[in-house]
């Protein structure tokens, strides 16, 4: 059988878009939520107060420019605890959700007094944020 150009583009787009529908759908599966960064955006504003997000300035507690793909403890003049210097973690999806779950119970030690997300949407709205817009 032969195909024309078009066909197969068709094909695979058809293809590709049917392996990210499965991809996402495994996620919610598993629990995950989808993050809806928009709404991130305003779940963030209780973030904000200590945390800066993308100018690199340090509040009460460090920058979050750059925080997704980032080892915990590492940004450059902020003073970790002993705790979070020694996690050993880098900062993505799941250890983010973990951590904003429940800062003090994931990170013996820190100094973060924030008691956490307890909405586990919330969680995955500021991590769709924060992948957006703390570059």
Do not use: E
Not at 43 to 61: E, K, P, Q, S, Y
Not at 75 to 92: D, E, I, L, P, Q
């Amino acid at each position: 059988m032969k195909f024309s150009k078009t066909r197969l583009g068709l094909v695979t787009l058809c293809a590709a878009t049917l392996a990210a529908l499965t991809a996402a759908g495994a996620a919610q599966a598993a629990g995950a939520p989808a993050g809806d960064a928009a709404r991130g955006k305003t779940v963030f504003a209780r973030c904000a107060a200590c945390h800066d997000l993308n100018t690199g300035a340090i509040r009460m507690g460090p920058s979050l420019k750059g925080v997704v793909g980032r080892k915990a403890g590492t940004f450059a003049n902020f003073s970790y605890s002993a705790g979070m210097k020694g996690k050993g973690v880098t900062w993505g999806p799941d250890t983010l959700d973990q951590f904003l779950t429940a800062p003090m119970k994931y990170v013996p030690g820190t100094r973060m007094a924030f008691p956490g997300l307890s909405n586990p949407q919330d969680r995955a709205d500021v991590i769709a944020y924060l992948k957006v817009a703390a570059k």
